[in-house]
T-cell receptor, first 117, second 114 residues
Framework: AQSVAQPEDQVNVAEGNPLTVKCTYS??????LFWYVQYPNRGLQFLLKYITGDNLVKGSYGFEAEFNKSQTSFHLKKPSALVSDSALYFC???????????????FGQGTTLQVKP | DSGVTQTPKHLITATGQRVTLRCSPR?????VYWYQQSLDQGLQFLIQYYNGEERAKGNILERFSAQQFPDLHSELNLSSLELGDSALYFCASSDIRGNTGELFFGEGSRLTVL
């Protein structure tokens, strides 16, 4: 079955420092991978996706993610963290099996990012 | 603003009751997905509709049902509510004809069962 794992419940980083939020995936075939962010009492906002092509994907708000096929990882990164980046981050993979490509996403458990001033 | 509208934003009800959550997808999106977010279970996929027909089913309880209407809005019906049904319910929509698209999420409906 398709799945993603986010090994860290929480990541703490100081403002101005680089941040990494980890995600590993398990899929059959080529993965379609996504990152979303959720601010308190809000819905999920799309940040970026990897479908094919360059392994480094750039997204919204200065975030980027690196696809690594050999390590089956898709880590989210930002060169310089902001306090306003503090939120819950979800990695997701598109479900490509079962009844075919339904488009639904399977989400990881989420990682809380805390950026301290 | 994702373009996906969910109502109500908050709902408080008692055990045993029935509620209906409503979702209007983005203009032009034919596919609607329902997810449940709870503290212990994370984001769980419940069900998907595409142009009025059920497309995929996830961990949806038999007490829950959904439908998508001709105008493409969708409703999620939750009945015989239990305390454990308290959660944030999200609707998302997409244009899956593109085959690679992300889902666009509404702000969610927070259900509290007392």
């Amino acid at each position: 079955a398709q799945s993603v794992a986010q090994p860290e419940d929480q990541v703490n980083v100081a403002e101005g420092n680089p941040l990494t939020v980890k995600c590993t995936y398990s899929v059959s075939g080529n993965p379609y991978l996504f990152w979303y962010v959720q601010y308190p009492n809000r819905g999920l906002q799309f940040l970026l996706k990897y479908i094919t092509g360059d392994n480094l994907v750039k997204g919204s708000y200065g975030f980027e993610a690196e696809f690594n096929k050999s390590q089956t990882s898709f880590h989210l990164k930002k060169p310089s963290a902001l306090v306003s980046d503090s939120a819950l981050y979800f990695c997701a993979v598109r479900d490509m099996i079962g009844s075919g490509n339904t488009g639904k996403l399977i989400f990881g458990q989420g990682t809380t990012l805390q950026v301290k001033p | 603003d994702s373009g996906v509208t969910q109502t109500p934003k908050h709902l408080i009800t008692a055990t045993g009751q029935r509620v209906t959550l409503r979702c209007s997808p983005r203009s032009g999106d034919l596919s609607v997905y329902w997810y449940q977010q709870s503290l212990d279970q994370g984001l769980q996929f419940l069900i998907q509709y595409y142009n009025g027909e059920e497309r995929a089913k996830g961990n949806i309880l038999e007490r829950f049902s959904a439908q998508q209407f001709p105008d493409l809005h969708s409703e999620l019906n939750l009945s015989s509510l239990e305390l454990g049904d308290s959660a944030l319910y999200f609707c998302a929509s997409s244009d899956i004809r593109g085959n690679t698209g992300e889902l666009f999420f509404g702000e969610g409906s927070r259900l509290t069962v007392l």
